[in-house]
């Protein structure tokens, strides 16, 4: 049972022989060597290019060890290189070697090299890294697997599998266990031995006790406005830890780098400007979010706003969370400002939607609540609401948009309606 990951291999062969360094980036264990090694490799064979071409290096296997010498590892691939080209080079976890960045730019000056490359952790795609490849580097970012992608080799029906994905996420190993337990524990075992882990030494954090914790507050707040003044004072009130907001930020930039988490900044709609407080965090994958806390806290509304984000970011938006300033009246007739959230601020180069993820509309109390915010957007973009269930997409006397998640889901243009 093989799932192909078209999308990303598409993305790949769209870029091969550009003159530039392809970086496959994404959490551990998302499937980024098997794309490249085994989904991609079969490609490069099938359209003509001789194995002996094709030169593979995984530098997290401990039989690789002495090419994470960035000098060894450049004379292994020269030597590799006896014919005439195209030479495919496949090196899997770069950050493994230091100085990679020199070893790619001595490969990027050869004309019979095609180079791709992963890597689990976004630092060595910092400014500097950027800097030194000038331009030449080409990222592809890799999630875990979409829903769709995950249906498609799913034995059953949408619910069943809906439930399933909500619960133990997309990592895709995930589809090959055949009970719960093993579910869970895979997911419980590679969140503390694989990710804090790799988190915790790659940093050299000292504490981990407070990371530990850290990493329970934001799980257990998926799509909720924080920042690290907020989180400190928790920690302060409730746990009585001095955690200073410095700390806390960088812990969170830690996460973020190995893509355990993802940042959403709010956007002032009518302002049309950032506003520096509050983020909202989402897990790159729910099931280890869920296996983080032990599979409780399972809110429906915040696991659908999350899914729901993961997928616009794997289709190639850019998402921020809106606010909108409206005006009303209190009882007595005082004027009041409200400022109202908007779920999602999706775009993708000149194309903009609003989006509101609303796990029940069936209360007009509800419905309130979901449409009043897109009322106040002052522009015609499309305005949208996904809501749980398989409900075919239709538009209400407002012109809004409203979308069941199956249709969501599994349209790649599903916001074209």
């Known amino acids: 049972m093989e799932i192909r990951r078209e999308a990303y291999l598409n993305q790949l062969i769209e870029r091969r022989d550009n003159g530039m360094i392809k970086i496959v980036t994404g959490i551990r264990r998302c499937g980024k060597s098997y794309l490249l090694f085994t989904i991609f490799k079969r490609y490069l064979l099938e359209s003509g290019v001789p194995e002996d071409h094709i030169i593979e290096i995984a530098l997290d296997g401990i039989e690789n060890e002495e090419l994470r010498d960035p000098k060894v590892c450049f004379r292994y691939i020269t030597d590799a290189m006896?014919?005439?080209?195209?030479?495919?080079?496949?090196?899997?976890?770069?950050?493994?070697?230091?100085?990679?960045?020199?070893?790619?730019?001595?490969?990027?000056?050869?004309?019979?090299?095609d180079v791709y490359v992963t890597g689990s952790n976004s630092k060595f795609l910092s400014s500097d890294i950027v800097t030194e490849f000038r331009g030449r580097g080409d990222e592809i970012r890799i999630h875990p697997l979409s829903f769709a992608e995950f249906y498609s080799v799913w034995d059953g029906d949408f619910d069943d599998a809906w439930d399933e994905y909500m619960l133990y996420g997309g990592l895709p190993q995930i589809v090959n266990f055949q009970n719960e337990r093993q579910k869970a524990d895979y997911l419980k075992n590679i969140f503390a031995n694989v990710y804090l882990k790799d988190v915790i030494e790659r940093?050299?954090?000292?504490?981990?006790?407070?990371?530990?914790?850290?990493v329970d507050v934001l799980a257990s707040a998926i799509g909720a406005p924080t920042n690290p003044s907020k989180i400190a004072n928790t920690f302060a009130s409730e746990r009585q830890m001095s955690y200073t907001n410095k700390t806390i930020s960088q812990h969170i930039d830690f996460l973020a780098d190995a893509f355990l988490i993802e940042k959403a900044q709010r956007y002032d709609i009518k302002g049309r400007k950032y506003i520096g407080a509050n983020l909202k965090y989402y897990f790159t994958d729910l099931g280890l979010r869920n296996a983080r806390l032990n599979f409780r806290q399972q809110e429906p509304t915040h696991i659908m706003e999350n899914i729901v984000y993961n997928e616009l970011?794997?289709?190639?938006?850019?998402?921020?969370?809106?606010?909108?300033?409206?005006?009303?009246?209190?009882?007595?007739?005082?004027?009041?400002?409200?400022?109202?959230?908007?779920?999602?601020?999706?775009?993708?180069?000149?194309?903009?939607?609003?989006?509101?993820?609303?796990?029940?509309?069936?209360?007009?109390?509800?419905?309130?609540?979901?449409?009043?915010?897109?009322?106040?957007?002052p522009d015609s973009f499309k305005k949208i609401v996904i809501v749980n269930g398989v409900r075919k997409p239709w538009r209400n006397d407002e012109g809004f948009v409203i979308m069941g998640m199956k249709y969501f889901l599994l349209n790649a243009d599903s916001l074209e309606f």
């Open 203 to 214: 940093n050299r954090i000292q504490n981990d006790a407070e990371l530990n914790i850290l």
């Open 82 to 113: 006896r014919g005439d080209g195209p030479y495919y080079l496949l090196l899997d976890e770069v950050q493994f070697m230091p100085r990679f960045e020199e070893v790619l730019n001595s490969l990027l000056r050869m004309s019979n090299i």
């Open 313 to 377: 970011c794997i289709r190639g938006y850019h998402v921020d969370v809106g606010i909108v300033e409206a005006f009303g009246r209190d009882s007595s007739g005082k004027r009041l400002r409200k400022q109202l959230e908007v779920d999602f601020v999706v775009n993708q180069a000149s194309q903009r939607y609003y989006i509101q993820v609303a796990y029940d509309l069936t209360s007009e109390e509800k419905q309130a609540q979901e449409f009043n915010s897109l009322r106040h957007i």
